[in-house]
């Protein structure tokens, strides 16, 4: 671990080593003294043993008992796949909490495909149940109470969800035109290092969503994107990408991953199939330093024990069946579509909210990120008077490191909604804050 | 009788702080919005752009169900975290009508769907215990609980079982140990304010609690102001004539938080399990849940949803009969050879529920140090006591076999390879 005595203004810019991290450092007490769960590594043990020895051990549920004989599903392209026999086992039956194997090594593979270069050699993958709870439990691995986290202002609401029991301090940088102000969050680590205080705590994490930001939108670039890993490992941060919308960029080539910069083995990083395949399976999945998966692992095999079996089999058998060509052209086409969406949704800005509101255009994912002009605090504007209006949009408060602050931000989404109606929303909202406009200057 | 409990003493303090997610606020509000309402506060994808167009599922019974247009879009999309609403209500009525609740009892309790029922009980077990707090819990204990419990840094007060489960007597003794009942009851810290234990078929002794013993182990959780935490994935796995009475069924205080599991009787890997409680506790395992799963698949949800619904109760309970037949099929193969091979050297009660011989051996002093050194050299695993018990120092005589899975020959084979590994050491 990095040691740093009194930091000053003169010290020299760090090149970025090739020295593997300690990640126990990164963990808590009770991350420590977690163990293995003796039955499910018993159930690794059986995958692995003689066929001479047997095994009557173990509590699984007999096959006989299970009432489904076949699972089967169609896609909109007309590809079908079947489920029986032995397939259906694995597909409805117990799985090691790592994951289907054929489902984690198909993982390996997409993460070669699309970050290389990895090194599998200190670093490994873990389907999860749903991307957040992977982040959950490096949250959970990780603070303690009172614990700082660099972010980047505005932060996703699901990660403020998790830090927030812990009362967290939250070390914001912000997203300006240009990007993420990586000067911001130097200068405040720096002050945070130089700092004699007891009450300042030195953060472990740094916590990025680096496609399409939720809720702002912002796409973090290449080159940015090193100046920040640089400034992790300055500060000996462990990087949580949070990478959700990492297919829904609306650039022509797919973004850097933090990951595939990563020299020093400080990259846990998070992605799903949510957005592309359906949220309501489950399928997310983590990659990083194998302690730092063992740990998520060990609190998985006591709590979800695993990700879905169905829903490992079933991602399997797409990725299998597109291949990586098709599965780019695939993601390419769901792009296409929230980047339409998002040209109507910025025409329409452009049509009722210019001069009443601010807003970057969107450069990925499903959220505009509009600033109020005129009025200091939407809260009020959006939970009252915009549902008198009939229109629901979610106050930027949820997702700042302060909520409690006056906060002149709304997210809006155009995912779903019809485009007439989002029109008719517009409508509403240009009325809305007129109106909230005159009421703020008459105070 | 019953009296109203405090729930702010079962919370701890990183669970008080959890909050509700405005996001999660603003969708149950829309429920209820004025038509023509426009919702722009959404955070999710649109259900157009994935991939499928329809699951089938068939059963052995020779129903079919599908999932197609707006069931399967559905199936593929974010739920509210407490569960598919169609597969709550169905778990609500399903739950009053199996333990008899009655027609108040949803209004002070609730139900949430969990990636299986240990996921609840985790959750359950991290929103209450804090550093140092000490645990009631059955011993011998399943490992996947005291793996929960230890890193947390809590003391696991074990209350020892005998064939009919944790002995009142041995609960009551460990509880006067904090003081008086009026004491006990008013303190949240250094005192003991959960009782975990198996209802049914508990792991690994096989023991269910009779109704009279769980009215006395209840009486006592109301004096010492305590919560049961109701492990019961087994609940419908037993060999009697008709179900076990719950502790959730006498629950006159709303103490008690009940967890369920579909494992065992539909599907393992769905991940669908379900926890019954007090609204305010459930509301916490809800927030949890809400931060890290978010709700468990709901895929899965739907396919045990329309399962249900194609079946109707009289199906289902059929279901529940053929496994108890089954197994108890399995059992008695598995009681066969135990007294083929292991009468003399080891001893055992018959199991009247769940999937496991919980198996004696008086003349090993201690069976993990056995199977560690002999098993794979006698070709045999079984799991060691030792891995049930709470505390790292003590040793135990007993194993721990599993009837469900392996054939007729590899558990005669087995018992017969284990009863040469015992003749081994005690020669």
Redesign the interface.
């Given at each position: 671990m990095r040691k740093f005595g009194l930091l000053s203004k003169a010290l020299p810019k760090l090149q970025t080593k090739n020295v593997p991290v300690e990640h126990t450092s990164f963990m808590n007490?009770?991350?420590l003294?977690?163990?293995?769960?003796?039955?499910?590594e018993?159930m690794k043990?059986?995958a692995t043993?003689?066929k001479?020895?047997?095994?009557?051990?173990?509590?699984?549920?007999?096959p006989?008992?299970?009432?489904?004989?076949?699972?089967?599903?169609?896609?909109?392209?007309g590809t079908k796949k079947v489920f029986t026999g032995s397939e259906l086992v694995t597909?409805?039956?117990?799985?090691p909490t790592q994951g289907n194997p054929k489902f984690v090594q198909k993982l390996r593979e997409l993460m070669d495909r699309f970050h290389a270069p990895l090194r599998w050699e200190d670093r490994d993958v873990i389907a999860t149940?749903?991307s957040?709870?992977g982040l959950?439990?490096v949250i959970e691995m990780s603070l303690q109470?009172g614990d700082a986290i660099v972010v980047a202002d505005p932060v996703y609401?699901?990660l403020v969800?998790?830090v927030?029991?812990?009362?967290a301090q939250l070390i914001s940088a912000q997203y300006r035109k240009n990007g993420l102000d990586t000067v911001e969050m130097k200068d405040k680590l720096t002050a945070i290092w130089s700092s004699r205080s007891k009450d300042v705590k030195i953060p472990k994490i740094l916590y990025i969503n680096p496609v399409a930001n939720?809720p702002s939108g912002h796409v973090i670039s290449d080159e940015q994107k090193r100046e920040i890993y640089e400034i992790a490992c300055e500060f000996n941060l462990l990087v949580l990408e949070d990478d959700p919308y990492y297919f829904l960029g609306f650039q022509d080539e797919l973004p850097k991953s933090f990951l595939s910069m990563d020299t020093e083995n400080r990259v846990v990083r998070f992605d799903s199939f949510?957005?592309?395949?359906?949220?309501?399976?489950?399928a997310g999945w983590m990659t990083g330093p194998k302690e730092i998966v063992r740990i998520v692992e060990?609190h998985m095999?006591?709590?979800?024990?695993?990700?879905?079996?169905?829903?490992q089999a079933?991602v399997l058998q797409?990725l299998e069946g597109q291949g990586w060509e098709g599965f780019l052209d695939?993601t390419k086409?769901?792009k296409e579509?929230?980047r339409k969406?998002r040209d109507q949704m910025v025409a329409l800005a452009d049509k009722y909210l210019t001069g009443l509101a601010e807003w970057d255009v969107p450069e990925g994912g499903?959220?505009l990120w509009v600033k109020v002009k005129g009025v200091s605090d939407v809260l009020a504007m959006v939970m009252e008077r915009g549902?008198k209006k009939?229109?629901?949009?979610?106050?930027g408060?949820?997702f700042m490191s302060d909520p409690t602050k006056p906060c002149p931000y709304i997210?809006?989404?155009?995912?779903?909604?019809p485009m007439e109606?989002?029109e008719?929303?517009m409508q509403?909202l240009a009325e809305l804050i007129k109106e909230e406009q005159a009421i703020e200057s008459q105070k | 009788m019953s009296q109203s409990v405090d729930y702010d003493r079962f919370i701890n303090d990183l669970s008080a702080r959890r909050k509700v997610s405005p996001i999660r606020e603003l969708t149950k509000l829309f429920t209820t919005a004025p038509p023509g309402t426009i919702f722009l506060a959404g955070g999710i994808p649109n259900g157009s752009t994935f991939p499928f167009s329809r699951m089938t599922v068939e059963l052995k019974d020779g129903a079919t169900f599908k999932l197609e247009g707006k069931k399967i879009e559905n199936a593929l999309q974010y739920q509210p975290t407490p569960g598919y609403p169609p597969l709550v209500e169905q778990l609500q009525k399903f739950q009053t009508q199996v333990h008899g609740l009655d027609s108040t009892f949803w209004q002070k309790n609730s139900l949430l769907v969990s990636t299986g029922s240990q996921d609840a009980l985790c959750k359950a077990l991290e929103m209450s215990l804090s550093e140092g707090d000490p645990i009631l819990v059955q011993e011998p204990i399943y490992p996947g609980t005291s793996a929960i419990i230890r890193p947390l840094n809590a003391n696991m007060v074990p209350i020892g079982q005998d064939e009919h489960g944790i002995v009142p007597s041995a609960l009551r003794s460990a509880l006067s140990n904090y003081g008086s009942p009026e004491k006990v009851s008013s303190m949240k810290k250094d005192v003991p304010k959960l009782l975990y234990l198996n209802s049914t078929g508990a792991n690994p002794t096989g023991a269910t609690i009779p109704a009279e013993r769980k009215k006395e182990i209840y009486d006592i959780a109301c004096e010492f102001n305590l919560v049961i935490l109701e492990d019961d994935p087994y609940y419908f796995l037993h060999f009697e004539e008709i179900d076990p009475v719950s502790f959730l069924s006498m629950d006159r205080d709303s103490r008690v938080l009940r967890f369920d599991s579909f494992s065992k009787i539909l599907s393992s890997g769905l991940r669908v399990g379900f926890v019954t409680g007090p609204k305010e506790l459930v509301s916490r395992i809800e927030l949890h849940t809400q931060a890290s799963t978010m709700h468990t698949s709901a895929l899965s949800q739907a396919i045990v949803s329309s399962l249900l619904d194609e079946w109707g109760s009289e199906k289902l309970l059929q279901h529940f009969k053929m496994i108890q037949q089954f197994y108890k099929g399995k059992r008695d193969c598995m009681l066969a050879s135990a007294n083929k091979h292991l009468k003399g050297l080891a001893e055992w009660s018959v199991p009247r529920a769940g999937m496991f011989l919980w198996i004696k051996v008086p003349g090993i002093a201690d069976t993990k140090k056995l199977i560690t050194e002999g098993g794979i050299e006698h070709g045999v695993i079984l799991v060691p006591g030792k891995d049930f018990l709470a505390y790292d120092d003590a040793q135990s005589q007993y194993f721990r076999a599993s009837y469900t899975v392996a054939s007729p020959e590899d558990i005669d084979k087995g018992f017969a390879r284990l009863a040469n590994l015992i003749k081994a050491e005690i020669a």
């Open positions: 007490e009770l991350a003294e977690r163990k293995p769960s003796i039955l499910r018993l043990n059986h043993a003689s001479n020895v047997v095994f009557i051990g173990e509590g699984l549920p007999h006989e008992t299970i009432p489904f004989s076949e699972v089967s599903f169609t896609l909109k392209d597909a409805i039956n117990y799985l149940a749903g957040q709870d959950s439990k109470k609401s699901g969800s998790n927030r029991p812990y009362k939720n949510s957005k592309i395949f359906g949220g309501g399976l489950r060990m095999q006591v709590s979800v024990l695993h990700a879905s079996s169905l829903t079933i797409i695939y086409s769901v579509f929230y969406r499903m959220f549902l009939d229109v629901m949009l979610i106050p408060h949820a997210r809006l989404s155009y995912s779903l909604v109606d989002v008719k929303a509403r | -």
